[in-house]
Protein backbone atom coordinates (compact mmCIF):
# COMPACT_ATOMS: atom_id res chain seq x y z
CA UNK A 1 0.00 0.00 0.00
CA UNK A 2 1.52 3.34 -1.29
CA UNK A 3 1.65 5.87 1.65
CA UNK A 4 3.41 9.29 1.04
CA UNK A 5 4.04 11.32 4.34
CA UNK A 6 5.13 14.83 3.77
CA UNK A 7 6.26 17.53 6.13
CA UNK A 8 8.12 20.68 6.40
CA UNK A 9 5.15 23.50 5.37
CA UNK A 10 5.11 26.15 7.44
CA UNK A 11 5.01 30.50 7.13
CA UNK A 12 7.94 32.39 5.70
CA UNK A 13 8.68 36.05 4.45
CA UNK A 14 9.15 36.45 0.75
CA UNK A 15 12.75 35.73 0.05
CA UNK A 16 12.98 32.82 2.57
CA UNK A 17 13.51 29.22 2.25
CA UNK A 18 11.39 26.09 3.50
CA UNK A 19 12.30 22.33 3.08
CA UNK A 20 9.72 19.56 2.68
CA UNK A 21 10.33 16.03 3.41
CA UNK A 22 8.17 12.83 1.71
CA UNK A 23 8.46 9.72 3.61
CA UNK A 24 7.52 7.34 1.25
CA UNK A 25 6.81 3.37 2.10
CA UNK A 26 4.38 0.43 0.88
CA UNK A 27 6.34 0.00 -3.07
CA UNK A 28 9.63 -0.13 -4.64
CA UNK A 29 11.11 3.18 -4.69
CA UNK A 30 13.25 2.88 -7.42
CA UNK A 31 10.16 1.44 -9.63
CA UNK A 32 8.81 4.79 -9.16
CA UNK A 33 8.67 8.49 -9.81
CA UNK A 34 8.12 10.68 -6.84
CA UNK A 35 7.63 14.45 -6.39
CA UNK A 36 5.91 17.72 -5.75
CA UNK A 37 2.11 18.99 -6.52
CA UNK A 38 1.11 22.08 -5.32
CA UNK A 39 -2.58 23.49 -5.23
CA UNK A 40 -3.69 26.97 -4.22
CA UNK A 41 -7.54 28.12 -3.66
CA UNK A 42 -8.90 28.84 -6.91
CA UNK A 43 -6.22 27.68 -9.21
CA UNK A 44 -5.78 24.53 -11.16
CA UNK A 45 -2.93 21.94 -9.17
CA UNK A 46 0.73 22.05 -10.50
CA UNK A 47 3.62 19.35 -10.95
CA UNK A 48 5.75 21.35 -8.98
CA UNK A 49 9.34 18.33 -9.63
CA UNK A 50 9.44 14.99 -9.83
CA UNK A 51 12.64 12.47 -9.42
CA UNK A 52 13.36 9.48 -10.74
CA UNK A 53 15.31 7.41 -7.68
CA UNK A 54 16.03 5.07 -10.41
CA UNK A 55 18.63 7.14 -12.51
CA UNK A 56 18.60 10.69 -10.51
CA UNK A 57 16.59 11.93 -13.76
CA UNK A 58 14.58 15.76 -12.57
CA UNK A 59 11.76 17.87 -13.62
CA UNK A 60 11.33 21.28 -12.80
CA UNK A 61 7.99 23.63 -13.65
CA UNK A 62 9.00 26.78 -15.40
CA UNK A 63 8.05 28.50 -12.38
CA UNK A 64 10.29 26.74 -9.92
CA UNK A 65 13.19 25.91 -11.96
CA UNK A 66 16.17 27.67 -10.49
CA UNK A 67 14.48 28.54 -7.53
CA UNK A 68 13.62 24.81 -6.02
CA UNK A 69 15.56 21.82 -5.76
CA UNK A 70 14.53 17.99 -5.36
CA UNK A 71 16.07 15.05 -3.95
CA UNK A 72 15.92 11.82 -2.74
CA UNK A 73 17.80 9.52 -0.50
CA UNK A 74 17.16 6.10 -1.42
CA UNK A 75 17.88 4.41 1.70
CA UNK A 76 15.46 6.42 3.99
CA UNK A 77 13.17 6.21 0.93
CA UNK A 78 12.42 10.31 1.16
CA UNK A 79 12.13 12.92 -0.84
CA UNK A 80 13.08 16.53 -0.02
CA UNK A 81 11.71 20.18 -1.86
CA UNK A 82 14.63 22.64 -1.23
CA UNK A 83 12.42 26.08 -1.73
CA UNK A 84 14.72 29.25 -2.12
CA UNK A 85 13.82 32.49 -2.68
CA UNK A 86 9.86 32.22 -2.04
CA UNK A 87 7.49 34.05 -3.16
CA UNK A 88 3.68 34.84 -2.56
CA UNK A 89 2.50 33.05 -5.42
CA UNK A 90 4.16 29.89 -4.25
CA UNK A 91 1.85 30.01 -1.86
CA UNK A 92 -0.47 26.80 -1.93
CA UNK A 93 -1.05 23.13 -0.32
CA UNK A 94 1.64 21.10 -1.31
CA UNK A 95 1.33 17.40 -1.99
CA UNK A 96 4.32 14.19 -2.30
CA UNK A 97 2.84 12.57 -5.13
CA UNK A 98 4.20 8.81 -6.88
CA UNK A 99 3.56 6.77 -9.71
CA UNK A 100 5.09 3.86 -11.25
CA UNK A 101 7.85 5.12 -13.45
CA UNK A 102 7.29 5.07 -17.00
CA UNK A 103 10.80 4.93 -18.31
CA UNK A 104 11.72 6.85 -21.19
CA UNK A 105 12.10 10.39 -22.34
CA UNK A 106 8.63 11.51 -21.70
CA UNK A 107 8.90 9.79 -18.02
CA UNK A 108 7.91 13.36 -16.76
CA UNK A 109 4.50 14.07 -18.03
CA UNK A 110 2.33 12.55 -15.52
CA UNK A 111 4.21 14.68 -13.21
CA UNK A 112 4.26 18.18 -15.17
CA UNK A 113 0.37 17.73 -15.94
CA UNK A 114 -0.35 16.49 -12.44
CA UNK A 115 -1.28 12.57 -13.72
CA UNK A 116 0.27 11.04 -10.58
CA UNK A 117 -1.68 8.30 -9.37
CA UNK A 118 -1.05 7.96 -5.50
CA UNK A 119 -0.76 11.40 -3.25
CA UNK A 120 -0.18 12.05 0.60
CA UNK A 121 -2.13 14.82 2.80
CA UNK A 122 -0.65 18.01 1.88
CA UNK A 123 1.67 20.09 3.78
CA UNK A 124 0.08 24.31 3.78
CA UNK A 125 3.34 26.67 2.84
CA UNK A 126 2.16 29.89 2.78
CA UNK A 127 4.71 33.25 1.88
CA UNK A 128 3.75 36.16 3.57
CA UNK A 129 4.77 39.51 0.79
Known amino acids: DVQLQASGGGLVQAGGFLRLSCAASGFTFDDYAIGWFRQAPGKEREGVACVSPFDGSLYYSDSVRGRFTISGDNVKKEVYLQMNSLKSEDTAEYYC??????????????????????WGKGTQVTVSS
Open 97 to 118: VADLMKFGPTWYVPCAYGGMKH
